[in-house]
């Protein structure tokens, strides 16, 4: 397994930025898928973002679709650049990881501790 520690969440106004971080620790990061998750309160968890270790291939879900991006590097840091936001945006943010690029679709091995994101009208 990889530990996961997400930074970048806030405050934002609608329309505004928001650039997510996730760190990671584990020699073997750069084997490991890496994908987003959020929960908003009352709401069950749902996927976001996926992105495979080679960062070849992603997907982002419908509800994201053009506005977030997903991107990895090296440095074992996986981003979620969050675009044109929006008040239903608003949830805590996970970070995930698999070693199968499909695991971290639904149900990923590994996942931090979470940052809030609220986006406000």
């Known amino acids: 397994q990889v530990q996961l520690v997400e930074s970048g969440g806030g405050l934002v106004q609608a329309g505004g930025s928001l650039r997510l971080s996730c760190s990671a620790s584990g020699h073997t990061f750069s084997h490991y898928a890496m994908g987003w998750f959020r929960q908003a309160p009352g709401k069950d968890r749902e996927f976001v973002a996926a992105i495979s270790w080679q960062g070849g291939a992603s997907y982002v879900a419908a509800s994201a679709k053009g506005r977030f991006t997903i991107s990895r590097d090296n440095k074992k840091t996986v981003y979620l650049q969050m675009t044109r936001l929006k008040p239903e945006d608003t949830a805590v943010y996970y970070c995930?990881?698999?070693?199968?690029?499909?695991?971290?679709?639904?149900?990923?091995?590994?996942w931090g501790q979470g940052t809030q994101v609220t986006v406000s009208s």
């Open positions: 995930a990881a698999d070693p199968e690029y499909d695991a971290v679709h639904g149900n990923p091995g590994s």
